[in-house]
């Protein structure tokens, strides 16, 4: 078998994978060095409890081209692939979970990259069916996603996932502490492609749908991603404040063409219409400076590159736009 010349990183974050290690390992290894020239497997131990060095130290010494990264405290899975992307080497970079994911699948996977493909994502052929809420809830969240982000998710999707150095060097870019990969994805314009797969469990788990951590992390896209709830609380203060001052009309007016108006009662609805109308403005204004504001400090750079070709001189032997004396006097 011919192997491809290219270097491939294969990423995966650690968490209290200790039993499962060294079968994953020697799988990914075999896989790797079988199929292309250069390689390296980057481990992320995230916050691992069950010894999961002491059983990585003897496997330093039997695989080549393993590295191991270990954080100094827990966070989310995506800064600890985050963490990978930054120390990865590779033409293409891959990420897989140690229990859940087949090695064998990266070949393909990275040879549709090279195809022309940003992103290969692995999609599920049978995920875990879930419950009736947690479809419901599933079906809310793509409509609102649509809406508000622009995005559309791909169900079955998880972190196995092939990407090239281009779509790497754009993603480490976006800097973000509420990082959620397949949205920071879209929204750089990655290419992507699907590619079917058939998840195994090497401890002997499955995994399942946790339906508060879904809506927690669902809430969590929606919020982080979009000014359009600060929007809507803007349109909702102006809307307020606008009916603030009819109502004050509507005070005025009684006070002029009714009689037997109760002494106090005009300047008591003016006084609380115009207070009430002040803080929906308020509301309003500062709905608009943090949506402003938010906007700036997103950690979003204004572009990305896809691609970058210069001819083979650089530059001119004569130089049109350079003065070989100055006319100053």
């Not at 290894?29 to 995230?46: G, K, M």
Request: proline share 5%.
């Amino acid at each position: 078998m011919t192997r491809a010349d290219v270097l491939v990183s294969a990423v995966a974050v650690l968490r209290d994978h200790a039993a499962v290690l060294p079968a994953f390992v020697a799988e990914l290894s075999a896989v790797l060095d079988a199929h292309f020239t250069n390689y390296e497997i980057l481990l992320i131990d995230n916050g691992s409890t069950d010894g999961t060095g002491d059983v990585l130290r003897p496997l330093l010494a039997r695989h080549r081209c393993l590295r191991y990264l270990r954080l100094t405290r827990p966070t989310d899975d995506e800064t600890a692939v985050l963490a990978g992307f930054d120390a990865a080497i590779g033409d293409y970079v891959a990420t897989l979970h140690p229990d859940h994911d087949p090695p064998a699948e990266l070949p393909a996977m990275i040879e549709s990259c090279r195809a022309g493909n940003d992103l290969v994502l692995g999609v599920d052929r049978q995920p875990p069916r879930p419950g009736f809420a947690y479809r419901a809830l599933r079906s809310a969240f793509h409509a609102l996603a649509g809406k508000l982000v622009r995005f559309d998710p791909v169900t079955g999707t998880s972190v196995f996932r092939v990407l090239s150095r281009q779509a790497v060097n754009a993603l480490v870019k976006v800097r973000l502490r509420k990082r959620h990969f397949a949205l920071v994805a879209a929204d750089v314009g990655l290419t992507t492609a699907a590619h079917p797969f058939e998840r195994i469990s090497r401890s002997g788990r499955q995994s399942s749908h946790s339906l508060f951590r879904s809506l927690r992390l669902g809430l969590s896209v929606l919020v982080h991603n979009s000014l359009v709830p600060l929007r809507i609380a803007s349109v909702l203060g102006l809307l307020g404040s606008a009916l603030s001052l009819l109502y004050s009309f509507y005070v005025v007016g009684v006070y002029l063409f009714k009689q037997d108006v109760m002494p106090g009662w005009t300047t008591l609805s003016l006084a609380v219409s115009g207070l009430f109308g002040l803080a929906f403005l308020m509301l309003a204004l500062m709905g608009e400076y943090i949506g402003r504001v938010l906007e700036e400090s997103s950690a979003r750079p204004l572009y990305h590159l896809r691609d970058e070709v210069s001819s083979a001189v650089m530059l001119a032997e004569t130089r049109r736009n350079v003065l070989d004396r100055s006319d100053a006097a």
